[in-house]
């Protein structure tokens, strides 16, 4: 080692005296602990660096707040997003005109800031209105669906009104309803709300079932037992409906009418409140009993005498027709 160091002349010897060290005593740990810890406390701050650190704390605060609000007040005032078209689908009695009108100062404000809901309860306000949804389209643009309610009826209270499937009226039959050919529910005067409410949704769902049979009826009739007194187009027959299914019912009769009329031309009505037949009422003129199919007299007869019995029997379902005492 001695000879290389002489070989390299870069490297010096640095050449350490030598020193007598104190050995350790073996019996003493190397590392001496105190046996409690000292706490190191941090200085308090004086009520001058708190109030300092409030006010920066503040401070950033009240520039966030002010961001926003630049950020917000930009956005509500941009006049690219304020209300310019309005699409309406599925009006067909109410024009966009009246749409616009119900929506109020929608058009022309902010889309961003209108109240959806509130914009629905307002189309809902509308008698003619059952059900209506909103939406935006951005940046102008407002979509509006309405389903609007279908007259069934025209029904006669003070005065004739516009009338759907569930009982409500809608708008009062006038000028611009006159277009309207639709049959005329009366029985709804002179009793109360509760009840000319029950009496119209039974007409309606009496109209509501008959669907595109509908055509066939001029006037329906709630009597106060709840049956339905329903006066048919063309010669003015008189039928009595009660619990449904109505259809089925009405069909059976239009499939017999003919021949009812012909067998019973003085009916007062026919009753098809039964299943499986259709008595004739006769006026109280006529007291004797009328035989209209082969077979032993009618006896005297009850209270109601079937006029119609059921088609399997025999060939004809048509029975007799007699005045009911």
């Known amino acids: 080692m001695t000879e290389r160091r002489k070989r390299d002349p870069r490297q010096k010897t640095l050449l350490l005296p030598a020193v007598d060290l104190p050995l350790p005593d073996v019996d003493e740990p190397p590392f001496l602990r105190p046996a409690r810890r000292t706490r190191v406390r941090r200085a308090r701050r004086g009520w001058l ?87 935006r389209t951005l940046p102008d643009t407002l979509r509006v669906e309405v389903h609007e309610r279908a007259p069934l009826a025209l029904a006669e209270v003070e005065r004739l009104y516009l009338m759907d499937q569930d009982g409500v009226l809608i708008d009062m039959y006038g000028p611009r309803t006159a277009g309207f050919d639709l049959p005329i529910v009366r029985g709804l005067g002179k009793v109360d709300v509760e009840a000319r409410r029950e009496r119209a949704q039974r007409a309606g769902a009496l109209l509501a079932d008959l669907a595109d049979l509908g055509s066939e009826v001029s006037e329906v009739e709630v009597e106060d037992s709840g ?99």
């Open 227 to 325: 049956d339905l007194r329903v006066v048919l187009r063309g010669d003015g027959e008189v039928v009595r409906l009660g619990a449904p299914p109505y259809r089925p019912r009405l069909l059976t009769f239009l499939a017999l009418r003919k021949e009812l009329t012909e067998r019973c031309p003085d009916a007062e009505y026919f009753d098809l409140r039964f299943r499986d037949r259709i008595y004739a009422k006769q006026p109280p003129s006529k007291v004797a009993p009328v035989e209209l199919t082969p077979g032993p007299p009618v006896p005297t007869p009850p209270p109601v005498v079937p006029a119609m019995g059921p088609p399997a029997p025999q060939p004809s379902p048509l029975i007799a027709a007699t005045q009911v005492g």
């Open 49 to 135: 660096g708190r109030t300092v650190i409030a006010l920066e704390i503040v401070a950033g605060l009240v520039t966030v707040v002010f961001v926003l609000w630049t950020a917000y007040a930009q956005v509500m005032g941009n006049r690219h997003l304020r209300v310019a078209n309005v699409e309406v689908r599925g009006g067909r009695f109410l024009s966009e005109g009246e749409v616009r009108e119900l929506l109020g100062p929608a058009v022309g404000e902010n889309i961003l800031s209108l109240d959806i809901d509130e914009l629905k309860a307002r189309l809902r306000a509308s008698p003619w209105v059952a059900d209506a949804t909103v939406s």
